[in-house]
């Protein structure tokens, strides 16, 4: 396989590519913590809360 030389520096792809990890380990924090909230959602507004989070889960 050819390995081909980017044009970013690399000191600039090491920082972009740690944002970029710190951003999905946040992601998907949020996602869990969503589907956490989705099925143990309780009380009078259960119904509405539970179909608005199961539209931002989808």
């Not at 920082?15 to 869990?32: C, F, K, M, P, Y």
């Amino acid at each position: 396989m050819t390995v081909m030389k980017g044009m970013i520096p690399d000191a600039a792809r090491q920082v972009a590519g740690s944002a970029l990890q710190s951003t999905l380990v946040d992601s998907l924090g949020i996602s869990l913590i969503g589907k956490q909230t989705h099925w143990n959602i309780v009380g009078p507004r259960f119904r509405s809360i539970h179909l608005q989070l199961d539209e931002l889960g989808a």
